[in-house]
């Protein structure tokens, strides 16, 4: 797909996600994830790693047209959209995201992302740490353990569906 898509075309997005009737948003999720990642040679997202003290921001720039799966994260963290605009799609449904946004991702959150113009996402993670390695094992969900870790903190697992005036 070389044409990027317009944040009204909504027949991208019932593309992307497929079947969802009576499907758990995880299983939505991991089904894209799934074709995400068959497809990783094509997704070019350049990190950024950011420290100051008790803090490590993780910038990620990505070109329009980029799809893109976000890892679980454990704790209650801030992301920024820095610049650009992309749809996003949460177990709440779907929205447009223009830069500058900045919000608040609780526990358990992971989220479709289509990105319309070359944007920049921030995540924002309390820690000491300045190791990756140690920093990923404390705020992600490795994906054998996401339904494990979403039954200790109460993660009801309710169907997706799209809200009124979503595809």
């Not at 068959?38 to 790693?49: F, G, K, M, T």
């Not at 993780?58 to 920024?80: F, Y």
């Not at 526990?107 to 920049?120: A, L, M, N, Q, V």
Request: aromatic share 6%; charged share 25%; net charge negative.
């Amino acid at each position: 797909m070389s044409e990027i898509i317009s944040p009204d075309n909504t027949a991208l997005l019932t593309q992307i996600l497929g079947d969802i009737h009576n499907k758990a948003y995880i299983d939505v999720v991991r089904n894209v994830q799934q074709q995400v990642t068959e497809h990783a040679e094509l997704i070019d997202v350049p990190i950024q790693n950011h420290f100051a003290p008790g803090v490590y921001m993780r910038q990620m720039d990505a070109k329009a047209g980029t799809l893109v799966v976000s890892k679980m994260h454990r704790t209650e963290h801030m992301n920024i959209l820095l610049k650009g605009s992309l749809t996003v799609v949460t177990e709440n449904g779907i929205e447009l995201l223009k830069a500058p946004v900045v919000l608040k991702s609780m526990p358990g959150t992971k989220r479709i992302g289509y990105f319309h113009e070359d944007s920049s996402w921030i995540t924002v993670h309390p820690t000491n740490s300045t190791d990756l390695e140690e920093i990923e094992k404390e705020v992600i969900v490795p994906d054998e353990d996401i339904d494990d870790f979403l039954k200790s903190i109460g993660h009801n697992f309710k169907e997706f569906t799209l809200c009124h005036g979503q595809p």
